[in-house]
Each structure stands twice: as C-alpha cells, then as structure tokens.
C-alpha cells in the first residue's frame, strides 16, 4: 500500500487540461522532492518532472508540476490523444530511507 | 546519453533462484545511483532498493528487505537483482532505473525496458 495518494483516473477532452494530485506526509513530500512518471501503455516509465517543477530535455512545456507543502500537482494542457497513459508520483519516504511511489493515475483522452 | 538494457523474460518454477541483469552505457556506472523498481501484472510501480555502485552502498524498501538482493559489478557496469527461493508473487515486470543527479533521494531520468519474471508450478 502506498503512501503516496493519487486519483484513479481522470480525463478530458482533446485540448483541454488535466491536474493529477499526489497526496503524501511531512515525512516525504513535506521534505523532499516530487517527480513525475509518464508510463504508455506496454512501455517503460519515462521522467516528465524532476525537483517539484523542472523538466527534463525534450518534455514538451505542455507538462508542468508543482508542489505545495505535502502535496505534488501534475498538469497536462492542451491535451493530446498520445497523453493516454499511467502517470506515478515519486519521492523519498525519510521515515524509511527508501523511495516510494505514488498509487498511479490514468489519463483518458475523451 | 545514458542507457539502460535489462536481460530477457524468465519463466522459473517457485523455490528456483534467479539473477537478472541491468547493464548501463553511456555514463560513468559508477556516479549514478541505480534503482530497481517492481510492477506487478496490472497493478502500480512498486521501489524496490537502490545501489550506489561506487561502494555498493544499498538502500532497501522494508518490503523487500531480505526477500532480493541488490548488487553491481563495476568492471561491467552491470547491476543486478537476485533471488534465492522465487514465489508465485514475484510475478512480474521488474524495471532498473539511474538517477543522475549523484543524489539517492532523486528522480530516476532513465529507465530500462523492463524484465519479465513469470513464476509458476
């Protein structure tokens, strides 16, 4: 189970935008920092935010994340049929030393 | 640029061990942390441990402690994941990962393809 919450699901239609949240604790997101995994259907993960709010090369600026006290917020404008896919939160739980995940979300493009 | 190629799918009857490979290229294996992550079938990303392959420091998630081992071969750039007795429960895709920053508290900027580990009687 983890500690990390996120929405089942969400979606919109094409153009329109999307938030995901990723709800933690004092003891990871509170103190450390939130990333962001895009994951399309049958591939590997893939890093859209790093630090709360940067992005990688190569991440459209369409992708854009922040984080408020113990809580991560993933954006997605102008949506797009390829943004179809699984999208995780990540952190480190200093409570355990070790990383953690968030419950996953998925993004339907209506 | 860094990449990350994992050994192929693995079909083992429970109580076998097994060893799966993560072989880095394009960066200096020893500077990057590398993480292994669990992804059962339908199911989320699950953090598993991280190595640090300069000393071999390791960081295990209690849920995994003692049930794998972590570990690298610096002379091949090479980490690896391993098991002593397998279970029907380590069904799954099993994905490694680098942090380039130096930090282990990071986000992982690549990953692997993926291993699949298939259990059963």
């Known amino acids: 189970q983890s500690v990390l919450t996120q929405p089942p699901s969400v979606s919109a239609a094409p153009g329109q935008k999307v938030t995901i949240s990723c709800s933690g604790s004092n003891s990871n997101i509170g103190n450390n920092y939130v990333s962001w995994y895009q994951q399309l259907p049958g591939t590997a993960p893939k890093l859209l935010i790093y630090e709360n709010n940067k992005r990688p090369s190569g991440i459209p600026d369409r992708f854009s994340g922040s984080k408020s006290g113990t809580s991560g917020t993933l954006a997605i404008t102008g949506l797009q049929t390829g943004d179809e896919a699984d999208y995780y939160c990540g952190t480190w739980e200093s409570s355990l030393s070790a990383g953690v995940f968030g419950t996953g979300t998925k993004v339907t493009v209506l | 640029e860094v990449q990350l190629v994992q050994s192929g799918a693995e079909v083992k009857n429970p109580g076998q061990s097994l060893k799966i490979s993560c072989k880095c290229s394009g960066h200096s294996f020893t500077t990057y942390w590398i993480g292994w992550m669990r992804q059962m079938p339908g199911k989320g990303l699950e953090w598993m441990g991280i190595i640090y392959p300069a000393d071999s420091d390791t960081k295990y998630s209690p849920s995994f402690q003692g049930q794998v081992t972590i570990s690298a071969d610096k002379s091949i750039s090479t980490a690896y994941l391993q098991w002593s007795s397998l279970k029907a429960s380590d069904t799954a895709m099993y994905y490694c990962?680098?942090?380039?920053?130096?930090?282990?508290?990071?986000?992982?900027?690549?990953w692997g393809q993926g291993t699949m580990v298939t259990v059963s009687s």
């Open positions: 990962a680098v942090i380039s920053s130096g930090y282990f508290y990071d986000a992982y900027d690549m």
